[in-house]
């Protein structure tokens, strides 16, 4: 087990994680594996069960994607992103976090100007 990273941070890092898999369009298998073994390293299992928490993040970033109404392009999609997940991070979790995403966005061998765009929104906002 790694650093202990408290639900609710390790839960924001998750679903950043999955925004930057999900942001391509497609869910590669390497992301998720990604975002599983770095949800399992960090997992209490006092919890309860991780397929659940992990399940629970996957559906709320597929609502996060379906199409709004007023919302087109990646500027609309960033200010979105923004409202949604403000909540910031301390520098150690931004590290963290920052480093996990990293991994995912390089896990299909491809680095998506939107997952660039994202990571480096990420980056600026000290989120």
Excluded at 32 to 55: A, K, M, P, Q, R
Excluded at 56 to 65: A, H, N, T, W, Y
Excluded at 104 to 121: R, S
Aim: avoid cysteine; hydrophobic fraction near 40%.
């Amino acid at each position: 087990m790694d650093k202990i990273i408290k639900k609710d941070v390790l839960e924001k890092i998750i679903t950043y994680a999955f925004i930057m898999a999900a942001i391509d369009g497609d869910l590669d298998p390497k992301e998720v594996e990604i975002i599983e073994n770095f949800t399992d390293d960090h997992w209490n299992d006092e919890w309860g069960d991780s397929e659940d928490f992990l399940n629970k993040l996957d559906k709320e970033v597929v609502e996060f994607f379906l199409p709004k109404p007023g919302r087109t392009g990646i500027e609309a999609f960033q200010k979105d992103f923004m409202n949604k997940y403000q909540d910031k991070l301390d520098n150690e979790h931004q590290i963290i976090l920052i480093e996990l995403m990293e991994k995912v966005m390089m896990a299909d061998g491809v680095m998506d100007e939107d997952e660039i765009t994202l990571l480096n929104l990420i980056k600026s906002t000290d989120n």
